[in-house]
């Protein structure tokens, strides 16, 4: 009988909490996977990586090695969520996208139905949009209006702050004002997974602008009466604020 052990390191089916996400061998999965690939001594060290996020760039990167982009059909079809987590990080080793091109082709991830894609998804993308944060946020703004709630939140957790398992991006830190394109048109979001992610966003940004935050959410209040944007705001003072 095989056991839930094998078949995540198989890559047969998905993992189903974040201890299995983190407990998947990523060396035995993409020689599974891709049994051709000669991977080097280097490859298979940085693959064999104490950190997950380590090991997840270094899978994107040794495929995109490999295969280039051709690798993508088979990662994003493939029933591991691990597997199909590569897929960002393939776009994010890629010099020949454009970030307009990245953002475009990991919208399939940031849907995807795992929970664990659509983290690593962000996640993948983010260095791109960092460094490029103007041109990041003019072509995210239209996702803000996505039917799907997943894309929606793509746009706040990928350029949160500080964010977590991510470095800060210092400009926002600094002026978190610039993301007021992204985050405006999702202060009254329908949907609690949106609402939380705005109001870490929001949170995120206290750490170093409480005043500007605070302002923020007053205006909002104003001008929104929803029990949605008195949760967002709520949430997302709460380290500025007692609870009630």
Known sequence: MTTVSDALRNGEREAATLTECLAVDTLHLLKRTFADLALTPEQIAALS???ITAR????????????????MPTLLAHPS????????YVLACAPELSLEDRIARVRVSADDPHFG?????????????????????????PWTR??????????TEATRPRGVWCKKIDALVREPQLALPLLDPLCSDPERYVQ??????LNDASKSQPAWVQSLCKRWRSENKSKSTEYICKRALRT???RA
């Not at 997840?56 to 051709?70: C, N």
């Not at 939380?196 to 966003?201: G, I, L, M, Q, T």
């Open 56 to 71: 997840m760039a270094s899978a994107g990167a040794t495929l995109y090695a490999h295969r280039g982009l051709d690798a």
């Open 240 to 242: 500025l604020t007692p």
């Open 196 to 201: 939380n992610s705005v109001a870490n966003w």
């Open 146 to 155: 996505d039917p799907s709630p997943n894309i929606r939140r793509f746009v």
């Open 49 to 51: 990586a104490k950190s």
């Open 81 to 88: 969520d691990t597997v199909r987590s590569w897929a960002p």
């Open 117 to 141: 894609v659509r983290e690593w998804a962000w996640m993948a993308l983010r260095p791109h949009l960092a460094q490029d944060l103007t041109r990041a946020i003019a072509t995210l703004t």
